[in-house]
């Protein structure tokens, strides 16, 4: 029931973009995305309902395509206070369990 | 207002003993996660509390794992008879409503087994 995230691992320079994708294989009824810094707890980014929304965080947005399963976060013109781990967290529908299940993470590194 | 709050924020206990750790979660809030995240592992999930209903323990590594939201609010992990592989951060967070809502997490608590 765990989403699966991709890349493992990204390494940007200062005003790149970058796009986290998370996929699952079971029938979603929302996706969450969090950011969480050594040491730190995860903090809340945004979350995504089926119905294939889109939503943005200043320069940090996300799409939810409830058919494939799937959503993907993208980071524009990178800072260095986004490095951190992402995780994306998915909620099934009815018959695939309430619980917020979390990826592995995405471990992101902005350098100047 | 005050946030999740865990404790200890720190265990060092040895192997073969047993440990509880503490969620106390925001007021009002009516579900509460248990998760575990190992160096550099995800966020494995543990144990889901959702108001009154039956929790779903289906992440529960084994029957060496329990725990219990008492009252609608603070939860206790138990881990028993503890092994290194236990060694983690276990995190606590809980949210306003069951579907939907922005997970607020505590610091965690480090345990370590040796």
């Known amino acids: 029931q765990q989403p699966v995230q991709s890349p493992q691992a990204v390494i940007l320079r200062e005003g790149e973009d970058a796009v986290i994708n998370c996929s699952s294989s079971?029938?979603?009824?929302?996706v969450h995305w969090y950011r969480q810094k050594h040491g730190e707890a995860p903090v809340f980014l945004m979350i995504l309902l089926k119905g294939g929304e889109q939503k943005g965080h200043e320069k940090i947005s996300a799409s939810f395509n409830e058919k494939k399963q799937q959503s993907s976060l993208y980071l524009t013109a990178s800072q260095l206070s986004y490095s951190g781990t992402y995780f994306c967290g998915t909620e099934g529908g009815a018959n695939s369990g309430y619980a917020l299940n979390f990826g592995k993470g995405t471990s992101l590194l902005v350098t100047p | 207002g005050a946030g999740v709050s865990q404790s200890p924020s720190n265990k060092v206990t040895e192997k073969g003993k047993d440990v509880e750790l503490r969620c106390d979660p925001i007021?009002?809030?009516?579900?509460l996660y248990w998760y575990r995240q190992s160096l550099g592992q995800g966020l494995e999930f543990l144990i889901y509390f959702q108001g009154n209903s039956a929790p779903d323990k289906s992440g529960l590594p084994s029957d060496r794992f329990s725990a219990e939201r008492t009252g609608g609010s603070v939860s206790t992990l138990t881990i028993q008879r503890t092994q290194q592989e236990d060694s983690a951060v276990y995190l606590c967070a809980s949210t306003p409503t069951n579907r939907a809502a922005e997970a607020f997490f505590g610091q965690g608590t480090r345990l370590t087994v040796v």
């Open positions: 079971k029938a979603l009824y929302s």
């Open positions: 007021s009002g809030h009516t579900a």
